[in-house]
């Protein structure tokens, strides 16, 4: 095992036996890089995969925290078969996923969302706009669609998109996305996206839908070549 792989474990073991509870700040990156011999840069990777799980979440000048949900998150983890079944789970098989699920959930969106939860989509969308990177990009993009289904306020479908995002962080996916993504790409996802949520706000299922799909099916199309 290597070292940021000892560190994953032994941030999991701690949160599992609840030896770090909900509310406790947890070593610095600088601490964790010394205890198990590796960068803060691979620290870093390390801890915002257990922040994009909502084990741990981080504030700015004061530290790494054990998030209030640890143990929902911890249970809806061990509900979806944790990491080996993630990475069993290919490409082609999520977008599949993503056809037949994404576009599904609009009407529950329309009819639950709330102005929070079109905030909270504007949020990422601006974010993704932003980001400097291809992968902080990618990040918001996952971030986006789980915002959309967190709006159906329905706990099953929001566990199911969690999932689909543990796929996406995934480095086939990620391999995938970068070869695929021109800046051009880009540009059009971000107009998707903002033409989709503007859809949701209108209440306007058919339209959200079609957009909706139109959308995964360019993804499919600029990823997978079919």
Request: with cysteine.
């Amino acid at each position: 095992m290597d070292a940021a792989s000892a560190l994953r474990e032994t941030i999991l073991d701690k949160l599992k036996s609840r030896a770090w509870r909900a509310g406790h700040r947890i070593p610095t990156e600088r601490e964790l890089g010394e205890q198990f011999g590796i960068g803060r840069s691979a620290v870093r990777r390390v801890l915002q995969d257990f922040k994009r799980k909502r084990l741990l979440t981080q504030t700015v000048g004061s530290g790494t925290y054990v998030t209030d949900q640890v143990q929902q998150a911890l249970s809806d983890l061990t509900a979806l078969g944790a990491d080996a079944a993630i990475q069993a789970i290919s490409p082609a098989e999520l977008m599949s996923a993503r056809l037949v699920l994404e576009p599904a959930v609009i009407d529950m969106v329309i009819g639950n969302a709330t102005a929070a939860d079109f905030a909270r989509m504007d949020e990422c969308n601006r974010n993704a706009e932003a980001a400097a990177t291809l992968l902080d990009f990618e990040r918001w993009d996952g971030q986006l669609h789980e915002a959309i289904a967190d709006a159906a306020h329905n706990s099953f479908i929001a566990s199911m998109f969690r999932l689909m995002n543990e796929v996406r962080a995934q480095g086939e996916w990620g391999m995938l996305k970068q070869r695929s993504v021109t800046p051009e790409r880009r540009l059009e996802y971000q107009l998707q996206h903002r033409a989709l949520v503007a859809a949701l706000k209108d209440r306007d299922a058919v339209r959200a839908r079609a957009l909706c799909l139109a959308h995964l099916l360019q993804v499919r199309t600029n990823l997978l070549g079919y």
